[in-house]
């Protein structure tokens, strides 16, 4: 199997998922994580949530998310795996 052969394959894969509903993401959103932005501050404003709503989705306070967002503190599993529902993403998405 070439090169060519292999690109198609998974070209039309990567199709196949985001014909059955995966998300994709806008440059920006790639370019802040590949900049190495913290990834809940990238899908919040991504989702146009500001902090204290994040906080009040997962049951934290605002200071607490923010704290998280600066590198801070480090969420507990539950607390990250909130976020993630809150901002509908895979966990692993943003830890």
Do not use: C, H
């Not at 070439?2 to 998300?23: H, L, M, N, Q, T």
């Not at 998280?68 to 901002?87: C, H, N, P, R, W």
Request: cysteine-free; overall charge negative; hydrophobic content about 45%.
């Amino acid at each position: 199997m070439g090169r060519d052969d292999v690109d198609i394959r998974d070209a039309s894969a990567a199709k196949a998922r985001i014909a059955a509903g995966e998300e994709t993401w806008p440059e920006e959103v790639v370019a802040a994580l590949v900049a190495g932005e913290n990834p809940v501050t990238v899908f919040r404003k991504y989702r146009g949530m500001k902090q204290v709503e994040l906080a009040d989705e997962v049951g934290q306070s605002q200071p607490y998310i923010s704290e998280i967002e600066s590198g801070q503190k480090i969420g507990s599993t539950d607390v990250m795996k909130a976020i993630a529902l809150a901002l509908d993403v895979d966990l692993n998405d943003i830890v």
